[in-house]
Each structure stands twice: as C-alpha cells, then as structure tokens.
C-alpha cells in the first residue's frame, strides 16, 4: 500500500491507530431455541472466527445471533416472532416463542455478560418486546447494548444496496452512525414517529393547523438534527473511504437531498425555518402522495468509485462487492478511532466472491485492524492465510458445532 | 365460593398493569388465606372508591371531593398551572412536594397514530383557566417523548392567545421517561430550569 492517495485524516492505513485501541471480542455464546439451535455453547478467545459449513446448516444463524447484542433487529431484520426455533418446515405464525442468546464480550481488559431474547408477552396484549441484560441487571432499553458493544456486518442481503431503494442506505448510513453515537436512534425514531403521525393527519383530512403545525415541529426538529449528523459522519468517514490504492476500491461518498443542500448553505435554525416553511405549504400535495416531498426520509447515501467516478449502481457486481467492503471497513476502522473499540465485525460469506489474491488483502486489512472478524464460508481452504491467527469451526447440519483446531 | 368465582377474580386481577396470570392467580390465593386481613377490607375499600372518587371539574384530578383539595387549598399560588399528561404524574410531583402551585391534567397526549385528538383531551378547559386573570404562567411539563412534545406545542399554540408566560421543564427529563419516574431532586432542578417558549 503507498502513501499517495491517503487523506492526512485517515489513520495509518499499516494499522496503528494514533490512541490505544482495544478490541471488541465474543468470548464466549450461547443460544437457545434460536433459529435452527435447540441449545449450543461456544467457549472462544479473541481472535477471528471462521465458521464453515455445507449451505444451509446455520452458520448465518449465528451471526444473527451475534447481532442481537447491539440494538435493533439483527443483520436480517427480522420480526420477533421469526427468530425462535421451529422444526423445519414449520410454517411462521405471529406467535413469539422464546429464544436467548446469552455472550461474554472482552473489552480490551472488561468482561461483560450480556443476555437478550424474548419471552412471549403473557398478558395477551401483543407487547412482544426483546429484554436485555447487562450483567445480570436488566437494561431499561437497547440503547445500553449500543453504548457497549459496537459491531459492523456485510452479508449477501446487502449485495443489491446501491442498487436498491434507498431506505436500505439510509438505514446503513444511520446504523453507522449509531455505532459511532448510540443517541442517534433517539432523533431518527422520533423522526419516524412524527412524519408518520403527519401522514396519518392527512390522510384522515384533519384541517386543524396548529396540530399539524405541532406534528411538523417535532419533524423538523429530529428531522434536522439527523440530516445533519448524517453530514458530519459522511465528512468524517470521506478519509476513510479513501485510502490510496489497494485490493478494494476507493470510494467517494455523499449524502444527498434537499435538506443537505440546505444544510451545507445555511445554519440550521434557517433549515429548521425553511423546512418549516416547506412543511405547511405542501400540506395538500403530502396527502395525495402520503408522505412528505421534503425531509430526511428522501435523503440518500450516494456512493461512487474513486478511480473511475462511475456510480456504485452502475459499477460491476464485482465493484460492488469491493465498494462494499472499503465502507464496511472504513466504518470499522472510524469507529475503532473513535470509540477507541474495534468493533466486531460479521462476514458472512463475503470471500467466496474474492479471488486468492484479494481474499489474502481482505485478509491482512483484517488483520491490522485488530478485530474479531466473524467470517462464514463453504470452503474451509479460502481461510488458510489466517493458520492460527483464527479459530475454525465447523458448522454441521442440525445444531451441533466441531473445534477442528 | 365457586371455582367460576376465583376464575373470575383471577381474570380480572389480571387485568392490572403489572399482573399476568400467574401473579393474578397468587395475588387470588393470598386474599383468600387472609380473608378478614384483608380480602373484606380490600373489597370494602374498592367499593367505597369505586362510589366516591370523582374527576375534579377544575383540574382533572381524581379525589373524593370536587374541586380536589389541591383547587381547593388557598394557601397553593394559583398563579401558576402546571400541565401533565396524567393523574399519575400529578400525584409523582405532589409526592416530591416541589411544586407549590396547581395543576392540569390532560388525560393524556396527542397521538395520530393512536386516534387520539384535542377533543379528546382536555385542553379547552385548559385554555378557559389560563384565560382568567389570576394565572400568569403556564408550566408544560409533558413527557420528553415526540407525542408528549408535540402536545407541548399545541398546548402552547393554544394557549398563545391568554396573555400568560408559558414555560417547559428543562432539559434532562429522560426521554420516554415520564415524570411518574423522577426523584424529587430531579423535578425541583427541572422546574427551577424551566425555560420558557
Ligand atoms: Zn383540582
């Protein structure tokens, strides 16, 4: 890797990092009535995992499983009602069934335990929610978990993300940025919460201007102050993306929409008025389209590779993928800077698509970045490289899980 | 007593914020082993409620008597009206004793999503009070959630009309955290931090 190319921001790209990093580390997992497991215990150390296994037999399970230890839904996004265990073939019905997964997390040199799952809500009234534990004390909400644990994913499912719509980069860019800023979950929630409160107002015809004029303050309060955090963490993550040549594409991204522009030409309170503005005008408009022409909610991650200009979109399945990885990694190593944790990361069959030579970089970026890379393949030969610098272990059909070393 | 009865009994027990079956069924047991401790007295006590609680046309307090004793107290400056989303609150700020004015209670907040509108709470009584010439400020201390802000904002629409200064408790209630939670240590700052709108 050279020097030329590399922002003066970005952080020693030969991996020393300009404070003390420590790294982020399942140490030990267990679940149960998760998915396919019945009940499996893993006792690890530190390093990377690689998980192999035919196709099928549960290795992106376990991922899931790991990542329910930050807020959210999981790298699948999945109902709460999905995720506990069914024989197979057994249709999925809105009914939760208990499901665990209970970790170890090394922090550098902490120890924490965390528990979350579910248990049906009892009284009938469909609150299904996931409950989490802290060392055994129960957290008040998931935003405990973000303050802890902080984890980047890649999987098969975001293959098409610059291809798709782009609620799915939106929310990449925000789960990103909640990994860097637990608190943004607040604002964009809040966001959420009032635009669809405006839509259901117009929607039922209700003429009452200061409760519409109530509801859109609160969109453009939270509505602002995510447009703008999402600036201020694409600038800061601009180095990052851009590290000179190397296997994986340099990427140039941008957040784009109204409110950006808005944002990078006036202060914010003239946006929040601005936005106001635009709010009370397209009342009419906003209930035949239901929903707003104008809000964060429209905004997008634009992302074009460096070396060509062309846009993700329309860049080879191959440069994706690569595009992909340089975010993904970027984003690890920002938040490795800035939290000073290395986050762990979730690699779900991401080398079957990289030939030798770049598996090999993937590889060794990992390396230098210090993480505890979750890493799940077919082929156990595609992870040689790592000899014992990683854990292996061998996914069979059903639940049960073989150290092969 | 019938099973149906303690079936009953269990059911409706379990009703109760807090209470699933299982707790409903022990909740039932208990009061049955302690009957003269306390099933009679209970029952005689719900009874006595259930005839003489009544919602203060004033404020929107619950209370045996109407006004409510607070409305009724000269001794509270009836200047200032602090607004919450409910009776709950109230009675969590009149337990820290941090607030020597009176109050009003919505009855809840505004919520599209749930079909809960200004008519549905009260807010025109609300506005009446504010109109009369003994209040002079008007403390909004709704929950930090987006319903609970937004209804914040209507109120202070509202009431931009009364000629009254209108307030908001200070940042640092918790989000979702309504002010049933708050310690009185936390209330007194946040009332004495009160910015207003
Ligand atoms: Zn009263």
């Not at chain 1, 979950?185 to 003429?207: I, W």
């Not at chain 2, 109120?155 to 002010?179: N, Q």
Request: with cysteine; charged share 25%.
């Amino acid at each position: 890797m050279t020097e030329t190319g590399r922002s003066a921001l970005a952080p020693d790209s030969a991996g020393t990092f300009s404070a003390v990093v420590e790294r982020t580390a399942v140490t030990r997992l267990s679940v149960t009535e998760f998915r396919s497991y019945g009940s499996l215990k893993l006792d690890l150390d530190t390093r990377p995992v690689v998980l192999t296994g035919s196709n099928g037999v549960g290795k992106t399970n376990l991922l899931e499983a790991i990542s329910f230890l930050t807020p959210g839904r999981g790298l699948r996004r999945a109902r709460l009602a999905e995720i506990g265990r069914r024989d197979a073939g057994e249709e999925v019905s809105d009914m939760v069934r208990p499901w665990a997964v209970a970790a170890q997390i090394a922090l550098g040199e902490d120890c924490y335990d965390i528990g979350t799952g579910c248990a049906p809500d009892m009284s009938g009234a469909g609150r299904d929610k996931r409950t989490i534990k802290i060392n055994g004390e129960a957290a008040k909400s998931q935003s405990a978990l973000g303050r802890l644990v902080a984890m980047q994913w890649l999987t098969p499912h975001m293959d098409r993300l610059f291809v798709d719509a782009a609620s799915g980069r939106r929310r990449f860019i925000d789960r990103m940025i909640m990994g860097l800023d637990p608190e943004h979950a607040g604002p964009v929630s809040a966001y959420e919460h009032a635009l669809r409160s405006r839509n259901r107002l117009l929607k039922d015809g209700v003429t009452d201007s200061h409760w519409l004029a109530s509801v859109e303050d609160s969109m453009v309060r939270h509505g602002v102050a995510v447009a703008a955090r999402r600036l201020e963490t694409i600038e800061r993550l601009r180095a990052y993306c851009l590290v000179g040549d190397g296997p994986f594409p340099d990427a140039k991204i941008d957040m784009t929409g109204e409110l950006e522009t808005w944002l990078q030409e006036l202060p914010a309170l003239a946006v929040e008025d601005r936005f106001r503005d635009r709010l009370a005008a397209s009342r009419q408009m906003d209930a035949v389209a239901a929903s707003a022409v104008v809000g964060p909610h429209r905004s997008d991650l634009t992302v074009h590779y460096a070396g060509t200009g062309r846009a993700a979109e329309e860049c080879s399945t191959g440069e994706q993928k690569g595009l992909l990885i340089t975010l993904v990694l970027a984003a690890a190593r920002m938040q490795a800077e800035e939290r000073g944790y290395v986050p762990l990361l979730l690699l779900d069959e991401v080398v079957a698509h990289l030939d030798a030579q770049r598996r090999a970089a993937l590889f060794d970026r990992l390396r230098h970045l210090g993480a505890q890379a979750w890493m799940t393949g077919t082929d156990a030969g595609h992870f040689e490289p790592w000899g014992s610098d990683a854990q292996f272990l061998t996914v069979t059909a059903g639940t049960v899980l073989a150290q092969t070393c | 007593m019938a099973t149906t009865d303690i079936d009953r009994l269990i059911q409706l027990l379990a009703k109760l914020p807090g209470l699933g079956p299982r707790s409903a069924r022990r909740a039932v047991l208990h009061l049955i082993k302690n009957k003269e401790a306390l099933m009679i007295p209970l029952s005689r006590a719900l009874d006595l409620a259930a005839e003489n609680i009544r919602t203060c046309a004033v404020c929107g307090n619950l209370d045996v008597v109407d006004p409510c004793p607070i409305c009724a107290d000269p001794r509270r400056d009836g200047s200032v009206i602090c607004v919450v989303e409910e009776v709950a609150d109230l009675w969590a700020m009149e337990r820290t004793a941090a607030f020597r004015g009176r109050y009003h209670v919505l009855g809840g907040v505004l919520s599209p999503l749930d079909g809960v509108g200004p008519e549905d709470l009260n807010i025109d009584g609300l506005v009446a009070r504010a109109g009369q010439d003994e209040v002079k400020e008007v403390i909004l201390a709704t929950a930090a959630t987006v319903d609970g802000q937004t209804t914040a904002h209507y109120v202070s629409d509202r009431l931009g009309d009364c000629g009254v200064k209108i307030s908001a408790l200070a940042h640092g209630i918790p989000v979702g955290g309504e002010l049933d939670y708050l310690d009185d240590g936390t209330l007194s700052a946040a009332l004495k931090a009160r910015r207003s709108i």
